[in-house]
Nanobody, 125 residues
Framework: RLVESGGGLVQPGGSLRLSCVAS????????IGWFRQAPGKAREGVSC????????GYADAVKGRFKISRNDAENTVYLEMNNLEPGDTGVYYC????????????????????WGQGTTVTVSS
């Protein structure tokens, strides 16, 4: 099970940190990704972290602004989002893909099997 939190309303240029807590299993046994879905648009990969913790992937639109990290002691994966833009608005989901499957730095949503319920991020003045 995955539970996201940390969404909210923020002004352009602001920051948020999203959290994804894994329960019932350890996050380091899975590749973990963050995805988002804006109204009327398809779900897209934002960032992902390999089970080893050594490899990351980022969508071009968020490179240099977002950072994914993991705290193994808390079984939590974070998405630090800085310099937020209105285009970052959407429902953010975290999802897991077993380490038994190959790592893909493009973070394709179709390759992830376990999904959280989502947390909403709104960037607006």
């Amino acid at each position: 099970r995955l539970v996201e939190s940390g969404g909210g309303l923020v002004q352009p240029g602001g920051s948020l940190r999203l959290s994804c807590v894994a329960s019932g299993w350890t996050a380091d046994s899975y590749h973990i990704g963050w995805f988002r879905q804006a109204p009327g648009k398809a779900r897209e990969g934002v960032s992902c972290l390999s089970s080893s913790g050594f490899s990351t992937g980022y969508a071009d639109a968020v490179k240099g602004r977002f950072k994914i990290s993991r705290n193994d002691a808390e079984n939590t994966v974070y998405l630090e989002m800085n310099n937020l833009e209105p285009g970052d608005t959407g429902v953010y989901y975290c999802a897991a893909r077993s380490y038994r499957y190959s790592w893909n730095e493009d973070c394709p949503p179709t390759e992830y099997q376990i999904w959280g319920q989502g947390t909403t991020v709104t960037v607006s003045s």
